[in-house]
């Protein structure tokens, strides 16, 4: 019997508010099987996945935990993501993960890598560097990074991983990146029906479930949303950017729908979209994994972009969805995010699209002032236009 949306909706919340991550410790008893985590952004979850383990995003600990031990780790200059990692570890929430992967997002995320191996001895720890060069010395790097981490997750789950089994993940993961995109596709098409909240929850679900349940999750919540009558808004088209990494709180994104703005796209939980084609299943499937990443993925400031384009992948998204005008949201002292945002504010501007920008952090984020702030920008794009 298919969920309705109401219930899934719902369901996605529990989830997401779920700190002890009761659902990975039940699918590890109920499939006597590993779990690895993973930091947000990218990781090659079908390696995980072929290996028969489940892969589990952390994207810290948002504003349903207190940091109380987590502070002594980083200076208060730097995101909030490590500290609020640093204290699920610290508290026993993260003790059911046999393994955690840290990929190369900036400086903080590479020193966490480093302070989790001195805490945490007995765990697979891995800090995941991907290329910059994607050319043939970037190839060969980041196929001897996923070589010795198919070892260490062959060894962790005593599973072997065959081509036949890497080929099988790829294409689940393949149909749940197709759904996600259909899902992106309908709230553009749809934004009064598809509300920006529920597509948030649907997305951080992606990263807990096993990824046939999340793919039947999306089905459902499709089917019963395009039967439902709900009111069209008078609200202002926008693309929100900036947030790939530390995610805002859930209240954030309420409120900025809220506002007057209709979110067509965004760059939330985005390593379950980096890839924009899907990848090769065929007879060489870890090559495919490897060329998956040098070649189509998405922009964003954690990965080197080539040539002076810098910026056209964002004016393209707003044509793509007839955005009118763009929102940066990036997380407090997050340097890469916040290093780009000035170069490809140069791109908006001299395309005539309109922008405002703001930050916050997982656990805040100032909700009503942000929420007046986009308000009065959607306010002025109705009056004013592009100007």
Partial sequence: MKMTAENIIN???ELHDDLHFNYVKQWKEANDAKAIGFMPVYV???????AGMLPVG???GGDNMEIIRGDAFFQSYICRIPRSTIELGLTGRLDDLDGLLFPAICDVIRNLSGMWQMMFEGKYIKYLDVPQNFGEQGRAFYSAELADMAKAFERISGNKITDDSLNTSIALYNENRRLIAELYDLRAEAPHKVLTSDLFLLMRASNILEVTEHSQMLRDYMVSIRNSDRPIRDHVRVVVTGAFCE????????AMENSGCFIVDDDWVLGNRYHLDPIDVGDRPMAALIEAYLGKTVATASRYEEGDDKGMYLVNQVRDRNAEGVIFASASFCDPALLDRPMIQDVLTRENIPYTAFKYAENTGQIQVIKE????FADSIKLWGVQ
């Avoid at 995610?247 to 309420?254: A, F, G, K, M, T």
């Fill in 44 to 50: 090659p979850r079908e390696l995980i996945h072929a």
């Fill in 11 to 13: 369901r996605c919340e």
């Fill in 58 to 60: 952390i994207m810290g």
């Fill in 247 to 254: 995610q805002p709180p859930l209240s954030l994104v309420r």
């Fill in 373 to 376: 702030q986009t308000g009065t």
